[in-house]
């Protein structure tokens, strides 16, 4: 029996679903997916499945020219590679799920080797070897080749190439879709404590091509490091021995402490030599890879000692803008503003002067209440003075005026209180009436269960669906018919007569909004409306001159309104004149 039991799980078909991912991926994405379709594999059949993040080049062109590959187009305003990677599973149905990124190429023989190894050991998922492509063109590059593989044996972590089971994903949910960095070292951990094993072979899985050759581009690569250290191990690191905790507490001893130190030092020496002797401590923290690592690299990476004592250099260094990613994850998290993509450019040059002046704002304070400083620079004039002063706002020109109705988007995003129909063609079974979406942005949806529709576009939701029941039907096809536009709405207050919500059946201005507000009320005759704040978002205030706008009809003043702005109209008693 337990031959012809061993001999069936060798011949029954063992599918497997390969879900590459990426954005703007056209220089590398043909030679990823000709790699795969040239694998071999003779336990079952390869499923080849694009995941586009939303690519302004050739990328989703590049993959429809392949007959063989499924193409999965998210149009999102801020992709992460946990979406596409979920998109990309869920719209397969094989037992197993490898992922793969845009940038790498696969071993042709790694399927045979991975999925074997599977079956042997009973793993839930698998890594093998990656290898830099060209790991002589930069200093980066040799560096990732150096750092990219674990020890061979059973782990607890797996990159973002690896081969996992279907049930394992189902059963943790997958990846998280909010996570920009670190993603895939936060679902390991959601695996290992679902009971799951993680197995790291030597067996070569890709070649990686990193394509590093400037420092700007390594310095947002290890910045973002130091941002994913700190998000997973917020989660998962609690506990002595908890995952991530050791690297957190190195970059915040390395990259955090000793630069303040040395800072610190360096601003008191002015008043005691003494404080010089601060510099020892730190740069026995931050070289401290240099200054006593370089043997056990040259043994544990097997490499020279010149090029032990670079690489003992560039983790010396790379501590900083690993302690400024962490500090961006902890400001985030106190400021609800996560780190999020979008499709151009990272903005990270405002984030890492916050960072900067959190490091170095109280070591800076602390040193001028030490001591005044001298300045030929007249010192400002402070003081509690009775005389009050009346501020004067400054209104809007039109051109500004238009700029702040052009930033609003066109199309309609979802979000509380929403109404709509859901239709599936030809499946009444799964289609419904009056879907309300709850005050936290989320709607259910038969089948295949919460579907979160805050701000979000009707295309992009229907998308979604449509893809999720694209794994239990063939070519679904949704509708969605939206009844009751609820969010679609500003808040007016201060001196009007009916304050309080007023809802938008189209494109929103400022006159309908007073309009609907019912105007001014008239408690005496001399008072007018003359002026209007647009308050959008936190840190945005604009105001609007209703003189000019209605006495003297410049409509160009007649402001678009967006979603949850707050128009503010004050008292207009300090406009009244008195002839004596």
């Given amino acids: 029996m337990a031959t012809e039991k061993a001999e069936r799980e060798v011949v029954e078909p063992l599918d497997i679903d390969c879900v590459v991912i990426g954005v703007n991926a056209a220089k590398t994405l043909g030679r990823c997916l000709e790699s795969v379709l040239a694998s071999r594999y003779s336990r079952g059949s390869i499923r080849l499945i694009y995941v586009d993040g939303g690519s302004g080049d050739e990328s989703v062109a590049i993959a429809r020219g392949f007959e063989a590959v499924r193409v999965v187009e998210l149009c999102q305003e801020r992709p992460t590679p946990g979406r596409g990677r979920n998109a990309g599973w869920q719209a397969g149905r094989a037992p197993l799920v490898q992922f793969l990124d845009s940038d790498t190429v696969v071993d042709p023989e790694w399927f045979e080797a991975a999925a074997a190894e599977m079956q042997a050991s009973g793993a839930d998922a698998i890594s093998g070897r990656l290898q830099e492509m060209h790991p002589e063109q930069s200093v980066y590059n040799w560096v990732g080749n150096l750092e990219w593989n674990a020890p061979a044996g059973v782990s607890n972590v797996f990159g973002g190439c690896v081969l996992i089971r279907r049930e394992m994903l189902a059963k943790t949910g997958g990846y998280d879709e909010e996570m920009v960095v670190g993603e895939d070292p936060e679902l390991s951990q959601r695996v290992c404590k679902a009971g799951g094993r993680i197995v790291q072979v030597d067996n070569l899985m890709a070649e990686h091509d ?42 915040l001893l390395r990259g955090g402490v000793a630069p303040c130190l040395a800072v610190l030092g360096g601003a008191l020496a002015g008043y005691h030599a003494a404080s010089l002797l601060l510099w020892l401590p730190a740069a026995l923290l931050l070289f401290y890879p240099r200054l006593l690592r370089v043997e056990k690299m040259m043994k544990d990476k097997t490499l020279t000692r010149q090029e032990a004592r670079r690489y003992a250099w560039h983790c010396s260094l790379v501590v900083i803008p690993e302690f400024l990613g962490m500090l961006r994850f902890f400001a985030g998290a106190i400021l609800n503003r996560p780190l999020r993509n979008r499709r151009g450019q990272l903005a990270t040059r405002r984030t890492l002067a916050v960072a900067f002046l959190m490091v170095l704002g109280p070591v800076l304070t602390s040193c001028q209440s030490v001591r005044p400083i001298e300045s030929d620079i007249e010192p400002l004039q402070s003081g509690f003075t009775t005389e009050s002063k009346k501020v004067v706002a400054r209104f809007a020109a039109a051109a500004e005026v238009e700029r702040l109705s052009q930033a609003i988007p066109t199309y309609y995003r979802l979000g509380s209180g929403d109404v709509f ?48 029941l694209a794994v239990y039907y063939d070519n679904p096809s949704v509708t969605m018919i939206v009844k009751n536009y609820s969010n679609n709405k500003a808040f007016v207050l201060g001196r009007v007569s009916k304050p309080g919500l007023v809802k938008f059946s189209g494109t929103g201005t400022l006159l309908e909004a007073l309009a609907e507000a019912g105007g001014l009320p008239v408690i005496r005759q001399e008072a007018f409306l003359t002026k209007c704040a647009i308050i959008r978002g936190k840190d945005q205030i604009v105001w609007i001159d209703l003189r000019e706008l209605l006495q003297r009809g410049n409509v160009g003043l007649n402001a678009r309104i967006q979603n949850n702005d707050i128009i503010f109209i004050p008292e207009s008693e300090d406009e009244l004149v008195y002839v004596m």
Avoid: C
């Fill in 210 to 251: 990193l394509g590093i050759t400037a420092w700007p581009q390594q310095w947002r690569r290890t910045y973002r490091t130091g941002y994913g250290f700190a998000a997973v191990a917020w989660r998962h690191g609690r506990g002595s021995d908890g995952f991530w905790l050791h690297e957190f507490r190195r970059v």
């Fill in 421 to 468: 129909d859901i239709v599936v063609w030809n499946r009444p079974e799964l289609s419904r009436e009056g879907v309300v979406v709850a005050p936290d942005g989320k709607i259910s949806v038969i089948r295949i269960g919460i579907v979160d529709v805050m701000d979000r576009t009707v295309e992009d939701v229907t998308k979604e669906i449509e893809q999720r």
